[in-house]
C-alpha cells in the first residue's frame, strides 16, 4: 500500500534503457498509484519482445501491447488480478503464440511454472533470472535482466515507485519480504522498474529505504504493543493513525504480517486476503 509514505524511495530514474518500454494501464486508485506498469523489454527490432506483467483486462490496454509488435514471452511478477487479469486475453489477442509463465500454475498459460530461484530465462536476445522475492505474496518474484551491459530489475509489487507496499497477510509473510528486501539491496546502481510507479535509479537504494522503514514500523508496532494494544484494529488505529481513514482496511494486513512476525497472539482465525486484488 502506499498510504503513508508517498515519495519514492530512491531517486527517480533518468532515462529508461533504448530496449525497455513503459505501457501503463488506465487503473489509477489508491492501491495502483498511477496504475499497473506493463514493461515491454525488445533487445532489437528483429526480436520477440518479452512482455512484465500484462496488467487489467482492459481492452484498449492490451490492443497497445499486442501493437509494439511480435511478443515471444510473458511473465508475471504475482498473482494479483491488476497484474494478470489481462494474461488469457492476451494470449488470445497473440493466437496463443507467447507463453506466460508465473509461479503459480493458475496463471501460468503454454508453459511451466516458474519454480528455481536463480533460474535463466534466456531467449530473444535477453538474459533473464529470475529472482525468488516472496513476501508481499507467497508468489512474489523480481527479474534480473541484462542486454547490451546494461542491467533492470522489474521488481513487481515488492518494490514500487512511489510509497511502500503492503504484505498481504496470510498469503504475504513479513519475514519471507525481509529477505527479498535484504537480496534486492546487493542489486547497487541497478535500475528498477516496479509494478506501479515510476522506475528508481538505484533498486538497491530502493530495498534499504524499504527495510529501514519496515524495522521502524515493527517498532511502532511493538510501542503500541506495550502500551496496551491487543488487536490488529488496535495497531492500526496507533501506528497508522496519520493515514487516511479509508486506507486502514489495507494497513490491517500488514499489521496482521507484522503481529504474527513478533510472535503476538492476536487471537484471530486466519483471515482471507478479499480486497487485496490492487496491491
Known sequence: MSGHV???????????????????????????LDGTNTWVLRAASTE?????DPGPADEGHLAAIAATGPIGLVLITHGHPDHTEGSAPLSELLGGSAHVLAVDPAHTIGGEPLTEPAEHLGGFGLDIRLLSTPGHTADSVCFLVEHADEQVVLTGDTILGR?????AHPDGHLGNYLGSLELLSTYRGITALPGHGPALADCGAAADFYLAHRRARLDQVREAVAAGA?????????VYADVDR????AAGWSVRAQLEYLGVDTGESEPGVSGLEHM
Open 48 to 52: 520477440p519482445a518479452v512482455v512484465i
Open 163 to 167: 510509497g511502500t507496499t503492503v504484505v
Open 246 to 249: 479509508s486506507l486502514w482496511w
Open 230 to 238: 491487543r488487536t490488529p484494529d488496535d495497531v492500526v488505529a496507533a
Open 6 to 32: 508517498t515519495a519514492p524511495a530512491a531517486a527517480l530514474a533518468a532515462e529508461l534503457p533504448d530496449w525497455v518500454t513503459l505501457l501503463r494501464a488506465p487503473n489509477p486508485g489508491p492501491m495502483t
